[in-house]
């Protein structure tokens, strides 16, 4: 399965900003996914994940609140619904899935990866 992320860029903070990430290859409809994002010189870190139906949902203690994540398998695309950015969420954001149904924060947990897409947020 191939993933492409996209959907980043410029916001101020306090703003909004949609990221899409499509699959193709494969369905996705048994495959929980998720979304990770890597600030410049810090580690990779858990966004949040969604399980293949979307039913069930894990976020991260700051995505909590101020992120959604959401899916469409008819679509083959999962989305990251972001408000009130602050300048500390500035990443670059990944996509991932995993051959699993249920969703996890464990970044070894997940077998594919898209490209990332760039968020910056100026204060």
């Known amino acids: 399965v191939q993933l492409q992320a996209s959907g980043g860029g410029l916001v101020q903070a306090g703003g909004s900003l949609r990221l899409s990430c499509k699959a193709s290859?494969?369905?996705?409809?048994?495959?929980?996914m998720g979304w990770f994002r890597q600030a410049p010189g810090k580690e990779r870190e858990f966004v949040a994940s969604?399980?293949?139906?979307?039913?069930?949902?894990v976020y991260a203690d700051f995505s909590q609140g101020r992120f959604t994540i959401s899916r469409d398998n008819a679509k083959s695309t999962q989305y990251l619904q972001m408000s009130s950015l602050k300048p500390e969420d500035t990443a670059v954001y990944y996509c991932?899935?995993?051959?699993?149904?249920?969703?996890?924060?464990?970044?070894?947990?997940?077998?594919?990866w898209g490209q990332g897409t760039k968020v910056t947020v100026s204060s």
């Open positions: 991932a899935l995993r051959s699993s149904f249920v969703p996890t924060h464990r970044i070894d947990d997940y077998d594919s």
């Open positions: 290859g494969r369905t996705i409809s048994t495959s929980a």
């Open positions: 969604i399980s293949n139906g979307g039913r069930t949902t």
